[in-house]
């Protein structure tokens, strides 16, 4: 079983900054694709942004390019995402995912098969 814990969720206002962090246990996050959603209250979860299992592709929604940025730490099976120039619309809980699977397929399927954390809680008040 592959556990995956955010950290690092809090209130901000807009313009600033947060860095979360999804620390994980097991072997796993060294093979898995990983990736970023959100949820806001009401809404559907929506794809954040994702990084392949060596880091070196990287995919990102329109709503936050130039904004976040996604990586990974395998020595500390850690990963990351910096959120920059936040916005009252990136209020949302915030989950990290692990796939097993090639990262456009998971991608393409919203991390269907892959195992999910509890969230994080973001709030930017304008």
């Known amino acids: 079983q592959v556990l995956l814990e955010e950290s690092g969720g809090g209130s901000v206002q807009a313009g600033g900054s947060l860095r979360l962090s999804c620390a994980t246990s097991g072997r796993i996050f060294g093979s898995s694709a990983m990736g970023w959603f959100r949820q806001a209250p009401g809404k559907e979860r929506k794809f954040v942004a994702a990084i392949s299992w060596s880091g070196t592709s990287t995919y990102y929604a329109d709503s936050v390019k130039g904004r976040f940025t996604i990586s990974r730490d395998s020595a500390k099976n850690t990963l990351y995402l910096q959120m920059n120039s936040l916005k009252p619309e990136d209020t949302a809980v915030y989950y990290c995912?692990?796939?097993?699977?090639?990262?456009?397929?998971?991608?393409?399927?919203?991390?269907?098969?892959?195992?999910w954390g509890q969230g994080t809680q973001v709030t930017v008040s304008s």
């Open positions: 995912a692990a796939d097993s699977r090639d990262i456009i397929v998971a991608v393409t399927t919203d991390f269907s098969l892959g195992s």
